[in-house]
C-alpha cells in the first residue's frame, strides 16, 4: 500500500507506522514516533512519517486536506 505523508509529502512505510510498540492503558495502539504515526481525523485514519508532521495536521488539518 503506497501512502503520502499529507503534510511534507514524503512517502510512508505504513506497516511500519502501524507496528505495535504497547498498549495505553486504554487499549489503543502506542505507534513507535521514529517509525512514523498516525492521526484518526473525521472517520479517516491519516499517516505521518513524523511526529512534527502530525503536530502540523492536528494544528491545521484543512490546511493539509484542503485541495
Ligand atoms: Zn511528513
Same mark, same amino acid.
Given at each position: 500500500?503506497?501512502? =503520502?505523508?499529507?503534510?511534507?509529502?514524503?512517502?510512508?512505510?505504513?506497516?511500519?507506522?502501524?507496528?505495535k510498540t504497547g498498549e495505553t492503558a486504554f487499549g489503543a495502539k502506542e505507534i513507535d514516533?521514529?517509525?512514523?504515526t498516525?492521526?484518526?481525523?473525521?472517520?479517516?485514519?491519516?499517516?505521518?512519517? @513524523?511526529? =512534527?508532521?502530525? @503536530?502540523?495536521? @492536528?494544528?491545521?488539518?484543512?490546511?493539509?486536506?484542503?485541495?
Amino acid at each position: 500500500m503506497n501512502l =503520502n505523508c499529507p503534510v511534507c509529502k514524503k512517502p510512508i512505510d505504513q506497516q511500519a507506522a502501524e507496528s505495535k510498540t504497547g498498549e495505553t492503558a486504554f487499549g489503543a495502539k502506542e505507534i513507535d514516533p521514529s517509525k512514523g504515526t498516525r492521526q484518526f481525523h473525521e472517520g479517516v485514519w491519516y499517516y505521518f512519517d @513524523t511526529l =512534527n508532521c502530525r @503536530t502540523k495536521f @492536528t494544528v491545521s488539518p484543512q490546511r493539509y486536506l484542503a485541495p
